[in-house]
């Protein structure tokens, strides 16, 4: 088939600009993390801010300034949500409902973004761009901080709870590694045929006499952060299939490019800060296998086209952009779902049954295939002290990961937090398919129906943010339910990390001895990998079977 | 007691923060952009219009459209886009799929009921109707279509502008654009550039 070799091309392509970008960029952060030094601007705002940035804190100081900020950042939201048609540049648009306020709000200090409204038809300028382009930057800059503070305790001796400082963390991030990407990469989406300006929708008389619409903003510089901070709310409800937003099938190679940058780069980062690159090349390599698997599943699902309409019409093209081809919708479905990215060029929704699955797999696993932004990490962190766990276990000795103790507290603090997304997920789900609120809300019947409302409630709890769209969720009830869903799933694993965090930070470093499970070697890299499979597997088959395999075998 | 009082305090530090960062990250980052794309790309960073002629311009008033956007062709004679779920078709106000699944009754209608009338306006067998040409793009504003799309409709544009079917098929080879780096995307045809193209060719004719 003459679509196998450029579609192979495509990734090889992808691989080529990573293998090349993440090494440099992972150094990048490992020093921002770990420098003592800091720049003339960042000593400006850390005055301004009235903050020491070298006062080392104790992990419980670490998460009250996480929570701290963050509740600060969502109070200012919802309050620019609901003030928005007193601004400027609000193009006449009205104040967001209270429900939909507080979603959009939790939405995206918690970098979930996802949308119950249209873009076009709801924000203006101020709020795109002084609301959630700032909350794009800044809940990013949130999870890569927490990845740092964890990757830090684990690589400390004695360090008596003391995790590093949040505001340096998050002011280094921003300044020193956001920004400036972002600003070279908005001004190449520019001169690729992304929209920036201030203007408002302009009418045009078309060539046939009707006229259309041509709507304006400052797209760019959101679309940017968006992929950069594994972000993924679209300034339009098309989002990165809108040609405003992803006009080539280069913007949709480089976006692409820019959503896997960071998540691979923080764990090629991890090494560094623990002191053995190696630690963070296995990890890469399982994030890598994993996203690897779920590109070739949706790839192939996509390509093959199963289902009664995709038969009918020759192609599973229902959706898709014909700029991209399957290819390139298959590729960007896999990733933004790996990802918590949730930015999407092709209707999910509209998805062939078992490529429509993967992707909801893909949140399922918990986001660690990269993962989102720092999230991603220290998710698969969390499961690697798992996979040392269970092997520990079955060789009888107590188990260490990175010389640290994997004790009774330590595997507690691990269980909540490999528990907490799938108590979400399941529990949210059961609310919502038994509320005539929540099922009045499903586009479809059936297992494409329920596929629906779990994939709303993954997503949310996830931090992905995508949606099968056909879900009609700007309502209070869903509104509610998925803004509960994401500030939960952000929050108590975050609390849960830095718990750990403390944890080993006071613990001495063992040396390896003769029982230590080597965690860089390839055998590590398939027992990581068959944990992770493992503890989405059970958790959520019942469910899957109901819902995209039953319908992919109809 | 104590963490409710750390996290008070820590809320005004990140109040201060936050007011900085939405300064240089709300305001300064953007503008910065925009600034930089009015002078280093203004076309694309308005919209990329094109006029009537297929002249680039920034002017919406002398426009007839983006060539990033398709639109609805009013219009029998010209070459038609895809389906589209914007709205009431191609509206940028409302950009969206119709998000149906591959079981959906509603789409499988959808797909058998457009087949059949894009084979009747054709002249052609259902069985040659390509797969573009029947389902709605993600946005609802795909400004292409498939090479196979266009052949198809070669005939009737050039029958109904007195043209010569190689001279249309000249022009849509004009206006196909090739996988990027012969890997990324899909072949494909701009429909509004082509249309263009159709009516600036046939205007002597018609006088």
Redesign the interface.
């Known amino acids: 088939m003459s679509e196998i070799?450029?579609t192979l091309?495509?990734v090889a392509?992808l691989v080529a600009a990573l293998g090349l970008t993440v090494p440099l960029l992972g150094r990048l952060l490992a020093h921002a993390y770990t420098s003592p030094r800091h720049l003339a601007v960042e000593r400006v705002?850390y005055r301004?801010?009235?903050?020491d940035p070298d006062a080392d804190q104790h992990w419980?100081?670490y998460a009250?300034?996480v929570?701290?900020?963050?509740?600060?950042?969502v109070l200012?939201l919802f309050a620019f949500g609901r003030l928005q048609e007193h601004l400027p540049l609000s193009l006449g648009f009205a104040a967001l409902p209270t429900d939909g306020a507080w979603n959009t709000a939790v939405s995206f200090v918690t970098n979930t973004n996802w949308q119950w409204y249209?873009g076009?038809?709801a924000l203006g300028h101020l709020m795109q761009?002084?609301?959630l382009?700032?909350q794009n930057?800044?809940s990013a800059g949130v999870g890569m901080a927490v990845a740092a503070a964890f990757a830090r305790g684990l690589a400390r001796r004695g360090g008596a709870g003391r995790v590093g400082n949040f505001?340096a963390d998050?002011?280094r991030t921003?300044l020193r590694v956001l920004?400036p990407i972002?600003?070279v990469a908005?001004?190449l989406l520019?001169?690729?045929?992304?929209?920036?300006?201030?203007?408002g929708?302009?009418?045009?008389?078309?060539?046939?006499?009707?006229n259309?619409?041509?709507?304006?903003g400052?797209v760019?510089?959101?679309e940017a952060i968006k992929e950069l901070g594994t972000n993924g709310g679209g300034f339009?409800?098309?989002n990165s299939?809108?040609?405003?937003e992803n006009?080539?099938?280069?913007s949709?190679?480089f976006e692409i490019f820019l959503i896997l940058l960071v998540p691979f780069a923080m764990a090629w980062s991890f090494g560094l800060i623990v002191g053995d690159r190696r630690q963070g090349v296995a990890v890469l390599t399982v994030m890598g296998l994993l996203l690897a698997v779920s590109v070739a599943l949706i790839t192939w699902a996509e390509m093959a086209g199963?289902?009664?309409?995709?038969q009918?019409?020759?192609?599973?093209?229902?959706?898709?952009?014909?700029?991209?081809?399957?290819a390139?919708?298959a590729l960007f479905a896999a990733v933004t779902t790996g990802t918590s990215t949730g930015a999407?060029?092709?209707?999910h929704?509209?998805?062939?049954?078992p490529g429509?699955g993967v992707a909801l797999f893909n949140m399922m696993l918990g986001e660690i295939a990269p993962g989102g932004v720092g999230s991603g990490l220290y998710g698969m962190l969390m499961l690697a002290v798992v996979t040392v766990f269970l092997c520990g276990l079955m060789v009888g000795r107590t188990p260490e990961y990175l010389g640290k103790k994997i004790g009774q507290r330590e595997i507690v603090l691990v269980a909540a937090y490999v528990l907490t997304t799938p108590v979400l997920v399941l529990v949210g789900s059961a609310v919502a398919l038994t509320a005539s609120d929540g099922l009045a809300g499903l586009?479809?019947s059936?297992p494409?129906g329920l596929t629906e409302a779990v994939y709303a409630v993954t997503s949310a709890s996830n931090n992905n943010g995508s949606a099968?769209?056909?879900l009609t969720s700007g309502t209070p009830f869903w509104n509610t339910l998925l803004g509960s869903c994401m500030l939960l799933g952000r929050f108590l694993p975050m609390v849960v990390v830095l718990a750990l965090a403390g944890r080993f930070a006071t613990q001495p470093r063992l040396p390896a001895g003769a029982g230590t499970l080597p965690t860089h070697r390839p055998l590590f890299v398939v027992l990581l990998s068959g944990v992770a499979l493992v503890v989405v597997g059970l958790t959520y088959v019942p469910v899957l079977a109901l819902g995209p395999i039953v319908?992919s075998l109809? | 007691m104590k963490d409710l009082y750390s996290l008070f305090r820590f809320s005004l530090a990140g109040l201060r923060l936050l007011v900085a960062m939405t300064l240089v990250l709300g305001l300064g980052y953007p503008l910065l952009v925009t600034g930089i794309a009015r002078v280093a790309a203004p076309w694309q960073a308005d919209g990329s219009l094109v006029t009537a002629t297929g002249a680039h311009t920034t002017d919406p008033g002398e426009a007839v459209g983006s060539a990033l956007l398709g639109q609805l062709v009013d219009d029998p004679t010209l070459f038609q886009p895809r389906p589209s779920a914007a709205g009431d078709g191609y509206d940028p106000l409302s950009s969206y799929g119709s998000n149906l699944g591959p079981e959906s009754p509603e789409l499988v209608a959808a797909i058998r009921e457009r087949r059949a009338a894009i084979a009747e306006r054709e002249g052609v067998p259902v069985g040659e109707v390509p797969p573009d040409a029947v389902t709605a793009s993600g946005s609802g504003l795909d400004p292409h279509i498939s090479q196979a799309y266009a052949a198809l409709q070669v005939p009737r544009v050039a029958a109904a502008h007195d043209l010569s079917e190689d001279d249309v098929r000249a022009l849509v080879e004009e206006h196909t654009e090739g996988r990027t780096l012969g890997i990324l995307g899909e072949p494909r045809v701009n429909v509004l550039e082509l249309n263009i193209a159709v009516t600036r060719a046939a205007a002597p004719a018609a006088g």
């Open positions: 070799v450029p091309l495509q392509v705002t301004a801010l009235r903050v419980r100081t009250m300034s929570l701290g900020f963050s509740l600060v950042g200012a249209s076009e038809a761009m002084s609301g382009t700032v930057f800044l505001w998050l002011v921003v920004l972002a600003l908005a001004v520019v001169v690729m045929g992304v929209v920036q300006n201030l203007a929708p302009h009418l045009v008389d078309t060539l046939t006499g009707g259309q619409a041509i709507t304006g400052p760019a510089s959101q339009y409800n098309a299939a809108h040609p405003f006009p080539t099938p280069m949709n190679l199963p289902g009664t309409a995709p009918l019409a020759q192609g599973a093209l229902e959706g898709k952009e014909q700029r991209f081809g399957t390139g919708s999407v060029n092709t209707m929704d509209s998805l062939t049954a429509g586009q479809e059936g494409h099968f769209g056909g319908e109809s």
